[in-house]
């Protein structure tokens, strides 16, 4: 609900506001068993017999992060309406960052259409030791809602103008009660798809990019030091649900 002292804005404001899927992840039970096309974080992925697993710079198996089977969430504008998404990255993932010349090598999206192809079912090097260097070192099963966002602070898509000042200025004069509610009001924690991004630090999107995926820390999931991480693609790319340029960044406190 928006607070009282910002109706002022309440005009102004809507015009920011962005839909975005939010997810709840809860970690499967032991000895339980998904499907292979189901939505989840971690696991064992749904890989048609004729794609390779991905496999970083270094020729090591990637970390399958999180995937999304769109026959299973609500419809968000501009996002695929069914195919499975999928998300992998480096086990070195907490070097991602560090060599822009590299980092593109370090992640892969990949996208299936067709979800009925036969499917792979031996993934030896899945062990345990490699899951240990993710940050989602078990599998997760995923719950889907639409929900909307009035804006982002920290997301440079976010710019209004509150009365002169920015999001910062305006809440630097707000007193305690005010930049709680403030702060609520603005949230854009949590995993979800699209909307706006939470950033720890500093908006690092490329200009005109989206989120196509936000993963935060939670009991169990730790990025870094109780960061978020993210991947990016431009406008372009996911209009034409081409996913090969999609990036991986994160940050933390």
């Given at each position: 609900?928006?607070?009282?002292?910002?109706?002022?804005?309440?005009?102004?404001?809507?015009?920011?506001?962005?839909?975005?899927?939010?997810?709840?992840?809860?970690?499967?039970?032991?000895?339980?068993?998904?499907?292979?096309?189901?939505?989840?974080?971690?696991?064992?992925?749904?890989?048609?017999?004729?794609?390779?697993?991905?496999?970083?710079?270094?020729?090591?198996h990637m970390l399958l992060l999180?995937?999304?089977?769109?026959?299973?969430?609500?419809?968000?504008?501009?996002?695929?309406?069914?195919?499975?998404?999928?998300?992998?990255?480096?086990?070195?993932?907490?070097?991602?960052?560090?060599?822009?010349?590299?980092?593109?090598?370090?992640?892969?999206?990949?996208?299936?259409?067709?979800?009925?192809?036969?499917?792979?079912?031996?993934?030896?090097?899945?062990?345990?030791?490699?899951?240990?260097?993710?940050?989602?070192?078990?599998?997760y099963k995923l719950a889907f809602?639409?929900?909307?966002?009035?804006?982002?602070?920290?997301?440079?898509?976010?710019?209004?103008?509150?009365?002169?000042?920015?999001?910062?200025?305006?809440?630097?004069q707000l007193d305690e009660e005010?930049?709680?509610?403030?702060?609520?009001?603005?949230?854009?924690?949590?995993?979800?798809?699209?909307?706006?991004?939470?950033?720890?630090?500093?908006?690092?999107?490329?200009?005109?990019?989206?989120?196509?995926?936000?993963?935060?820390?939670?009991?169990?999931?730790?990025?870094?030091?109780?960061?978020?991480?993210?991947?990016?693609?431009?406008?372009?790319?996911?209009?034409?649900?081409?996913?090969?340029?999609?990036?991986?960044?994160?940050?933390?406190?």
């Open positions: 609900m928006l607070p009282e002292f910002l109706k002022e804005f309440q005009e102004g404001l809507e015009k920011y506001k962005l839909d975005c899927i939010k997810i709840v992840a809860t970690p499967t039970e032991r000895g339980e068993i998904t499907d292979i096309r189901q939505s989840k974080f971690s696991g064992v992925p749904y890989l048609p017999v004729n794609v390779d697993y991905p496999r970083d710079m270094n020729g090591i999180a995937q999304i089977n769109f026959a299973e969430t609500p419809h968000l504008e501009g996002y695929p309406t069914e195919g499975i998404l999928q998300f992998f990255v480096s086990k070195d993932w907490t070097e991602i960052g560090e060599d822009p010349r590299t980092d593109i090598e370090q992640s892969q999206v990949l996208y299936h259409t067709d979800t009925t192809e036969a499917y792979q079912t031996d993934f030896p090097f899945l062990t345990q030791d490699l899951l240990i260097e993710s940050p989602i070192p078990c599998e809602t639409m929900s909307s966002e009035p804006g982002g602070p920290g997301d440079a898509r976010f710019d209004f103008n509150f009365n002169g000042k920015d999001w910062f200025e305006y809440s630097e005010q930049q709680y509610e403030f702060d609520e009001y603005f949230g854009t924690e949590g995993h979800k798809i699209g909307g706006y991004t939470y950033f720890a630090q500093d908006d690092e999107s490329k200009q005109d990019d989206v989120p196509i995926l936000q993963i935060d820390s939670e009991e169990g999931i730790m990025i870094g030091d109780a960061g978020v991480l993210h991947f990016f693609l431009s406008k372009k790319d996911l209009k034409n649900r081409n996913f090969e340029n999609a990036y991986f960044q994160w940050d933390c406190c």
